[in-house]
């Protein structure tokens, strides 16, 4: 995010902002396939969060230990009306046939329709100890990347013998697998490959993790790179801006939670 688009003032200066409410519509990069219909959904709906909200989240966290991509489900249920015309409370089980990119959005949408689009946060200066409110667009200061093709087409990797290997982008259903199941980042590597290479039938390997764990370590790193590097989605960087009180540089890291209830 670059400092022009971050509007800082001291606590004494400050004054409420009013926003105009953002829609509660996203655009989804790639959306979920209507098997009935045969076309994809690619528009949600997201509603504001609330005290209950607040304290169903928190109650959940409490129960176990959740990782990001559980905590991500369990919010995304409740704050996710629907995608297309289907109900995500009445198919609860959509939100993890997302691409992790279109989970993103619709965390960011949330965050839209509960704040509205400027989401301010109280920030304490590391030098003076000064109260700062820091203005963050939630319109302009997240970047999206939003892919030069077709993300409902299987992307095609080429391999060292020439073969062709198609990928999909990991869905959260993948990524809660991978985190429970992958102990290090090579178990992990092998498990994402395994549920995101797509195969035309007959010549689909007998056991998708054996066949990952063959492939040689140039294959293998090829294939995990058109993955993970520059994925689509909403980006979240740190925050660069200076105290209102003593004029020195803050840099704000965030995550989408504390952008949330930060």
Known sequence: MSDLSVVNSVIADSAPQVSDAPSTEVKLLRGLFNLETGAWETVATVRELNGEDEEYLASASAKKELSYAEYMSVL??????????????????????????????????????????????????????????????????????????DLSVPMEVALK???????????????????????????????????????????????????????????????VKSLTTDPPGPRMEEVKTQCGSCNEDMIILMDWVSLLFG
Do not use: H
């Not at 297309?84 to 959509?94: M, R």
């Not at 990928?167 to 092998?190: C, F, H, I, R, W």
């Open 161 to 223: 013998d020439g073969s062709v290997i198609k990928l999909t982008y990991p869905t959260g259903a993948d990524s809660l697998y991978v985190a429970k199941k992958g102990k290090t980042t090579a178990e992990q590597n092998t498990l994402m490959l395994a549920r995101c290479t797509v195969w035309d039938g007959s010549n689909t390997p007998a056991n998708l993790e054996v066949w990952a764990k063959a492939l040689n370590l140039g294959d293998r790193n090829k294939l």
């Open 76 to 149: 995304l249920v409740r704050s996710v009306v629907k995608i297309g015309a289907i109900s995500v409370q009445d198919n609860p089980s959509l939100i993890d046939q997302l691409i992790i990119g279109d989970r993103d959005l619709l965390f960011l949408g949330t965050v839209k329709a509960t704040y509205g689009r400027v989401r301010e946060l109280e920030v304490t200066c590391s030098q003076c100890d000064g109260i700062n409110y820091v203005e963050i667009s939630l319109d302009d200061d997240f970047k999206v990347n939003n892919s030069d093709r």
